[in-house]
């Protein structure tokens, strides 16, 4: 498995229509699991090492993820729906909309009251073309929302910048 995750996804589930993989065909999703999950003791080793993934395929080189494939997705993974797993605490994704998503908002309140933490993208932009702000659900309330810094903790300029940010990373 690439990225040292050998036994780290405990469960799997593609969302996307017609798609028949749960391979990571953009790379970022398999990128973000391995800052948490990897075990490749010959390299970097992830934050969390011991955890165990559960892995949500949303998109693929031919999708974008839809605002009903994202809800499903969320409500498998906080255990919202019968077939989902009830033991997930983090539920994590790097995408989403610049509209609200009304709809999605009670999804994702549902999730926190069942305690689970919601960490999401707050976006990147084209600095020449799109003004500060950024995606939802990164922007609703009770949702960790992580943007991206260099190395010297200044703001990326793809990256967006809002009040509702929690955290930004290299």
Not at 35 to 50: D, E, P, T, W, Y
Not at 80 to 86: A, F, H, K, N, V
Not at 134 to 161: K, M, R, T
Request: hydrophobic letters at 40%; one cysteine or more.
């Amino acid at each position: 498995v690439p990225g040292g995750f050998v036994g780290a996804a405990h469960r799997k589930k593609n969302f996307v229509a017609g798609s028949t993989s749960i391979d990571d065909e953009k790379g970022h999703g398999s990128h973000c699991a391995g800052l948490i999950a990897s075990r490749n003791f010959q390299h970097a080793v992830g934050i969390a090492k011991s955890c165990r993934l559960y892995v949500g395929k949303i998109t693929d080189t031919l999708h974008n993820p839809s605002v009903p494939v994202m809800l499903e997705a969320i409500r498998w993974a906080a255990g919202l729906d019968t077939d989902g797993p009830q033991d997930i605490d983090i539920i994590s994704m790097s995408c989403g909309s610049l509209l609200n998503m009304p709809d999605m908002k009670p999804v994702i309140d549902q999730a926190i009251s069942k305690g689970k933490i919601l960490v999401f993208s707050i976006g990147n932009r084209d600095p020449e073309s799109l003004p500060a702000g950024g995606n939802f659900p990164a922007l609703f309330d009770n949702v960790i929302s992580v943007g991206a810094v260099d190395f010297e903790n200044q703001f990326q300029n793809y990256s967006y910048q809002s009040p509702n940010l929690t955290i930004a990373c290299p």
